[in-house]
């Protein structure tokens, strides 16, 4: 027989603290029903011999000591079937396009089950944005989490959604989907998501999560769970290779703050909790490719910088677990340049397991470290020029001034809507590098510039 408490203790923001309970499990839903014969739903957070904290999904509003909590002995499950592909959900996994919740193929705990580093797979395949600045030098492979460090104000939105409409894997078959996930939104936001996925197709092959800023901060928690979950089902069951799209773990990471001040933790840096490395390697290590199976999940986080401070400890702490960061550019959003992508402080770091022969093409990496050299130098002589100005410049480093502006108008500069496949993204490349001489193109074998050499192709 299941038993009801009436053993409330305190209340505290989303929390509420039950004592005298027999032992209950970490994780556990909670139902709770309120003198008005309504009933919340809450999940329990911590344990202990003396007192359970339990966080309220629906909020606290209108619970007293008279609320009877009632433990189910059960963990928070998504349920999940094929049918998810084109529906737009809560970021508890209700239905919100108007259609009817999913009859399930199974049910899943959100938590998911932790994968074994010997069966992982090095990632290795590459996956097409698009985006020249992604593919070109800072390339994605399949199984790779790869963040977007971004600042408010800037499109990191508009550049999620392009990506979810645009990645594939070119030259494959196999089936692939989108798994994207909002958290912490606005209703207007959430309006522009909805439309741009139904407008564009793209809610064909995708799975949608939306958790709006004023839904309760547990939801946030829940939310990213839900979309990995659904993305592990697609991959592992269905042999689908799935890109998840988070955003944005900033929020995420306030509502982990907002539950640790109700526990009153104690703080770790800047307020967030101690543990919060830890809760954020939970969700960025669930990516991956494992031996055996045909199906990968390959991860995108959007996360925005306050103050655009990159050594914050969302951003810093996101920098140890995942395999690099894009990163958006401010100063490039000024000049009007779409997407403001700036690949000097972008890295991927399995770029070089995903290019080459077979892959992308033989010429990328070369093309790749030459143009970011060249941009590099050609970025510190902007410096140099404001303080002795362009004249006083020898005709090597005009040179290699003007590729830094050819650079971000060309191949940095590209429409929201504007696909561009890989040969298109290396040819942008070397139409712009064949504006240097060729004897400063050091980074790059003859072979390549015999090759693709705007110049020599011609000749041949």
Partial sequence: MTKEYKTIVEISGPLIFIEKTEPVGYGELVNINLPDGSTKRGQVLDTSADIVAVQVFEGTGGLNEESGVVFTGETIKLPVSKDMLGRILSGSGEPLDGGPRIVPEDRIDVNGASMNPYSRMPPEEFIQTGISTIDGTNTLVRGQKLPIFSGSGLPHNEIALQIARQAKVPGSEEAFAVVFAAMGITNEEAQYFMEDFEKTGALERAVVFLNLADDPAV???????????????????????????????????????????????????????????????????????????????????????????????????????????????????????????????????????????????????????????????????????????????????????????????????????????????????????????????????NKFIDKYHPAHKKSN
């Fill in 219 to 445: 939801e946030r928690i829940i939310t990213p769970r839900m979309a990995l979950t659904a993305a592990e089902y697609l991959a592992y069951q269905h042999d689908m290779h799935v890109l998840v799209i988070l955003t944005d773990i900033t929020n995420y990471c306030e509502a982990l703050r907002q539950m640790g001040a109700a526990r009153e933790e104690v703080p770790g840096r800047r307020g967030y909790p101690g543990y919060m490395y830890t809760d954020l390697a939970s969700l960025y290590e669930r990516a991956g490719v494992i031996k055996g199976t045909k199906g990968s999940v390959t991860q995108f986080s959007i996360l925005t910088m306050p103050g655009d401070d990159i050594t914050h400890p969302i951003p810093d702490l996101s920098g140890y677990i995942t395999e690099g960061q894009i990163v958006v550019s401010r100063e490039l959003h000024r000049k009007g340049i779409y997407p403001p992508i700036n690949v000097l402080p972008s890295l991927s770091r399995l770029m070089n397991s995903g290019i080459g022969a077979g892959k992308t093409r033989d010429d990328h990496k070369a093309v790749s470290d030459q143009m970011y050299a060249a941009y590099a130098e050609g970025r510190d002589l902007r410096g140099l020029v404001a303080i002795v100005g362009k004249e006083a410049l020898s005709e090597r480093d005009q040179r290699i001034l003007e590729f830094a502006d050819l650079f971000e108008d060309r191949f940095v500069r590209q429409g929201r809507n504007e696909d561009r496949s890989i040969e298109d993204t290396l040819n942008v490349a070397w139409s712009i590098l064949s504006e240097l001489p060729e004897a400063l193109l050091t980074r790059v074998d």
